[in-house]
């Protein structure tokens, strides 16, 4: 309970009146001005129902609404507002009434919206009582998904021819047994099955069902070297993540298994390629945080296993030479099983600096170091084809349709 602002006017006059009335007279007019405003906020004492609109999964930098509507109302005005935690915006976050607002969230991971404030003042503008209601409203902040279906959508509807050619003929006989059927004059030899040849007396044949879809895992580097900014809004793990979710929505679309393996110094999360996994890979990820810890690339290429070729899609970053260098050294023992797609996400702030001309002593020496960075990347690059992996940069916010690019043209090449 509190006293309104019009109750704070009303004292300043009666204090000014005391110069020209009497003192009995102000002490009693001050008592009912205590009085009024005592009852004016307990008249407004009982929480308001209200009502709160905003969806339980968002996406890392996509708005999404918020509404906040009284639903049993109580006497007076309300003021209501939307505390939100760091990790999570509200614009505007109170008004007059009703919020109308939207939601950017700023992080991934699990958040808890605060229940709603709500101040309401008394029928007499005397007299206020603040309340806290509707409780705690847990929400769930994925990589950018909207960007990833809206890519998804493109890749299906064949309208970028950038994204590779979606059709793939006859490879072989196929490898997943279908059934085993009397046999044909123009089948091969290596069809017929000898055991039920013998079994019923008669030629019998395998007949295989043609396995056109593939398995594609996105390898997600969470080390220390990831938790570097990428402009204002996103670190190099977000665009990562952001690339990978594009990568698996994508392969959900076309029909293909997807699986996911993060690492730092040990494996973090593994999922498994499955059909319909890009839910799995986007729940095992869209909290993932990086660690102050180098890479161990090997440990993560052993998790990948060598079982059926796949395209390994290891989003990285290249800037750390004696990072890269391990990166190189563990590339081409996977690269002999897998088709190795390393992706990795360019840094505007590097090339800038090569951009502009240099008017100081300390900008000639800036850019002498953005120079031997972006050398040194250059060369880890050279390295990584060479042991036989496919090398794709690209900026942050078009890395995920490079990734997803290089995956389509590997399916489309039968290089998996």
């Not at 405003?37 to 307990?42: F, G, K, L, Q, R």
């Not at 959900?252 to 890009?278: E, H, I, N, Q, S």
């Not at 090398?391 to 043209?409: F, H, I, M, Q």
């Amino acid at each position: 309970m509190s006293p309104a602002p019009r109750a704070a006017l009303a004292a300043a006059v009666l204090a000014v009146l005391a110069w020209f009335l009497p003192a009995g007279a102000i002490v009693l007019a001050g008592l009912a001005l205590a009085g009024a405003v005592v009852a004016d906020a307990w008249s407004v004492r009982r929480p308001p129902a209200v009502e709160r609109s905003v969806p339980r999964a968002l996406s890392r930098g996509v708005v999404a609404p918020l509404v906040v509507t009284p639903v049993a109302g109580g006497r007076g005005r309300a003021r209501i507002r939307q505390p939100v935690p760091p990790a999570l915006a509200v614009e505007p976050d109170e008004a007059d009434d009703h919020l109308d607002a939207v939601i950017r969230p700023r992080h991934r991971g699990r958040h808890v919206l605060p229940p709603v404030a709500v101040r309401l003042t008394g029928p007499l503008g005397l007299g206020r009582w603040d309340h806290r209601v509707g409780g705690e409203h847990g929400v769930v902040v994925y990589p950018d998904l909207p960007a990833a279906r809206a890519l998804a959508v493109t890749v299906r509807s064949g309208m970028a021819r950038d994204l590779a050619q979606l059709t793939r003929g006859a490879l072989g006989l196929g490898t997943e047994l279908e059934r085993v059927r009397d046999y044909l004059p123009d089948d091969e030899l290596r069809q017929v099955n000898w055991k039920a040849t013998a079994r019923l007396g008669r030629p019998m044949s395998n007949e295989y069902r043609l396995d056109e879809d593939r398995d594609v895992i996105c390898v997600v580097d969470a080390g220390r070297l990831m938790a570097a900014p990428l402009g204002a809004d996103r670190t190099r793990l977000d665009a990562a993540l952001d690339a990978a979710a594009a990568v698996a929505v994508v392969a959900d679309a076309v029909g293909d298994r997807c699986g996911t393996v993060a690492f730092d110094a040990a494996v973090r999360r593994l999922v498994r390629p499955r059909r319909a996994g890009g839910r799995a890979v986007l729940d095992a990820l869209f909290d993932l945080e990086p660690a102050a810890t180098d890479s161990d690339y090997a440990a993560a290429f052993h998790a990948v296993g060598g079982g059926k070729r796949s395209c390994v899609v290891v989003l990285t970053d290249l800037v750390d030479e004696a990072a890269a260098r391990s990166l190189v050294d563990a590339v081409p023992v996977l690269a002999r099983r897998h088709a190795v797609v390393v992706a990795t996400a360019t840094d505007a702030d590097l090339v800038e600096l090569l951009a502009t001309e240099p008017a100081t002593p300390l900008q000639v020496h800036t850019a002498a170091v953005a120079a031997e960075v972006l050398d040194a990347r250059a060369r880890a690059a050279t390295r990584l084809r060479r042991s036989g992996a496919v090398v794709v940069e690209a900026p942050a916010a078009r890395l995920g349709r490079v990734c997803v690019s290089a995956y389509l043209s590997l399916k489309a090449r039968a290089r998996l």
